[in-house]
């Protein structure tokens, strides 16, 4: 339909072949002037929106328009939220879990840890995928005897692996018959309550524990689950300069530092954090989409404690 007071192309050719008189004069001002109007208003309106070159722009535009600029701001976000992560991450923060028992009685299998990056400051090892942009250490902080450490496997420089440090560089490290000897000193111990563990079969498993007090007053708990193992009595290791000796709190089951070909002495670029505390902790019975069980199956208890 046009627009009411606005002529038809039927309506200009037929009043173009007769002589204009007095009326259609005065119409045609009526219609020039309406239409003027409505061109001018139409101006202005597009003036006010920002399209003063009078660019039509159809309804589907702006929603197309408005579409774009919501999924740039959701990419922004999400590029943001990861941002934040990596800086987080490498700076500060980095969670680690527990597959296996080397660890035992401290940290158990299922725990979810947070490790401090900023603990012993920044090498290679603290960005993902350990990136060759420099050597050593920056803003570092020196480990002490006692702490519980994630470093990189010195034979590949990948794998994550989490012992106590019991040698600083220099030291002389020794197992004689289940205790452990430093700087020919040997480190004290006294038995305490059983590590008493049950698997999902309902076995229950007891393990002598003892708890070990260094010359800087950590103490911590270890494991001795086979007495007179290969691992209680070993030579005297003297740690190299810039490097520590590491052991796990589960004596005879613990691939550490006692074990050169394996493991052995840890440079200290290779440390990649402090263990913090645990955040997590699941017995491991139920399978992850098994939600409904994940209240059952949490270590409660175990939320929240620090690693010591």
Known sequence: MPDEGVPTHSQHCESARFPVSAPHVWHFFMLFGQDGRRIERRRQTRVQQGNPGGKLVSMSDKTSAAQSSGVMETVKTVGYALL????IRALLFQPFSIPSGSML???????????????????????????????????????ERGDV????????????????????????????????????EPVPRERVEDFVEEDRFGNIRRVARYRETLSNG?????????????????GVFTVPAGHYFMMGDNRDDSQDSRVPGAV?????ENLVGRAEFIFYSTDGSARFWEFWRWPTVTRWGRIGEGVH
């Open 105 to 143: 009685s401290t940290l158990l299998i299922g725990d979810y840890l947070f490790v401090s990056k900023y603990a012993y400051g920044y090498s290679k090892h603290s960005l993902p995928f350990s990136p060759p942009l420099f050597s050593g250490r920056i803003l570092s902080g020196e480990p």
């Open 149 to 184: 450490a994630v470093f990189k496997l010195p034979l590949d420089g990948r794998t994550d692996y989490i012992k106590r440090i019991v040698g600083l560089p220099g030291d002389r490290i020794q197992m004689r018959d289940g205790q452990l000897i430093i700087n020919d």
């Open 84 to 87: 934040i992560a990596l800086v």
């Open 218 to 234: 950590k103490s911590y708990l270890t494991l001795d689950q086979v007495r007179g193992s290969s691992g209680d009595n070993t």
């Open 264 to 268: 052995g002495y840890v440079p200290f």
